[in-house]
């Protein structure tokens, strides 16, 4: 029986491809192992989004092959889409592939197997062409929360990425493919699905008919079975009030966005070549807050930007500080070759990048523990869907995506139950079931 193992490195679309990949060749009867373990197999699914991406997703590509010399060695993702010819000529690999044609790798693994070839090939990807490449992942096998990839690609040009070039233009699945995606993954056991891409909320920007995420959201929100629906991540300005209007009596859409912020300072904002400043963060995320009973927000963050001085970051700090966040993800920002931040002036020593990432996670400690401490004092009970079982507790989310643990001698995984919340560590609310 074959094996193969399928190395993922960076975003969750990335994973959800993967994943795809995964289920195609266990349809065809291969063992899916992991890296650790002998394979004939061996799928890269890389990253670029930094220089040091680019550097572990060579290092695990020669990591594997030395591991396998025999396997067959399939490189895919970001670094191959930006570094094709560099992928081409690492001894060892079998077949390079961009980003727009994974849905081909499985059976071209397959063929490889049965017939090497000494060159390396190459399945040459157009990512700006307006084709979506349509993959299925199904289920996980927690049968928790089914992700499904729904667009492609980011028309957006912001200084310091450089994922417009690995992923290319906008490009949307159509609602036929998503729905029945929903349906099978639903029909599978799932309880909550999430709608993710490069750009969410870019969904349907490149369809002719006019159709948004928010006649998608409504949709889904229908299906008989499903009991949430989470999005990945969202442009500030992405939240139009004509968005949220859409979705705001949708009652399957989770009161949970993680909005990609990067900064709170306009002008950060402004120098990152973003389509919002702050002014029209506050006014969007307002209504959302307005709209949504308990809502929760979280965000991504990059700390030292290139011209960011003390008065800028002191703007980020209380924006945060004001709009109290449950969660924030925070880097400092990292140079990346081929983009225009690589290359601007002013670039912030990395001691400076650091100190403001400690000084907002220590600010974000403190907002989440009150948060947290707020809405234990709050809540009666709040219904949980619980997705694990570890040392004697069993951990899931709120609707809102607070994390919460209870202790309990058997997992209670892909159930939704109350709980009534009776205190906090500052990272956790724990609780007690309400039978």
Do not use: W
């Not at 197997?113 to 199904?138: H, K, P, Q, W």
């Not at 703007?315 to 945060?320: A, C, E, K, M, P």
């Amino acid at each position: 029986m074959l094996k193969a193992c399928i190395y993922t490195l960076g975003c969750r679309v990335n994973q959800y491809e993967s994943d795809a990949i995964a289920k195609e060749l266990k349809e065809h009867g291969v063992t899916i192992v992991n890296s650790n373990e002998p394979c004939d197999i061996c799928i890269i699914n890389t990253c670029s989004v930094t220089s040091e991406s680019d550097r572990k997703s060579k290092q695990i590509i020669r990591r594997l092959i030395k591991k396998n010399p025999d396997a067959v060695v399939i490189v895919t993702g970001c670094y191959s889409q930006i570094n094709t010819q560099n992928a081409l000529n690492i001894k060892g690999v079998s077949l390079v592939c961009g980003n727009n044609d994974k849905s081909k790798i499985a059976k071209r693994a397959l063929e490889l197997v049965n017939n090497r070839s000494c060159n390396c090939e190459l399945i040459e990807s157009d990512i700006y062409s307006g084709r979506f490449d349509t993959m299925s992942a199904g289920a996980p096998l927690s049968r928790t929360r089914g992700f499904i990839k729904i667009q492609d690609g980011c028309n957006s040009k912001c200084a310091y990425c450089i994922i417009p070039y690995a992923r290319g233009s906008v490009r949307s699945d159509t609602r036929e493919n998503i729905l029945c995606e929903a349906n099978k993954i639903v029909n599978e056991g799932c309880l909550e699905i999430v709608l993710t891409g490069i750009e969410t909320a870019a969904y349907g920007k490149d369809l002719k008919n006019g159709y948004s995420l928010g006649d998608l959201l409504k949709e889904v929100n229908e299906i008989d079975g499903l009991k949430r629906i989470r999005l990945g991540s969202l442009d500030p300005s992405a939240i139009t009030k004509d968005f949220v209007d859409k979705i705001k009596c949708l009652d399957k859409v989770m009161p949970h966005f993680h909005i990609s912020m990067q900064s709170g300072c306009t002008k950060t904002l402004n120098e990152m070549k973003r389509k919002y400043n702050i002014d029209m963060a506050r006014k969007n995320i307002g209504y959302l807050k307005e709209c949504i009973p308990n809502l929760m927000l979280s965000a991504d963050v990059i700390t030292g930007f290139p011209n960011e001085n003390d008065e800028d970051f002191s703007q980020t700090l209380d924006f945060f500080k004001n709009e109290k966040f449950l969660h924030l993800h925070i880097f400092p920002y990292s140079k990346r070759d081929g983009t225009p931040a690589a290359t601007m002036s002013n670039q912030v020593p990395e001691e400076i990048k650091k100190a403001r990432l400690h000084a907002l996670e220590n600010q974000q400690k403190e907002i989440k523990r009150e948060l947290l401490e707020n809405f234990v004092k709050s809540t009666s009970f709040v219904e949980v869907l619980f997705e694990s079982f570890d040392g004697g507790f069993i951990l899931g989310h709120t609707p809102n995506f607070i994390e919460v643990k209870v202790k309990s001698d058997v997992s209670r995984g892909n159930q939704i139950l109350k709980v009534k919340p009776n205190g906090t560590d500052g990272e956790y609310v724990f609780g007690e079931l309400i039978e």
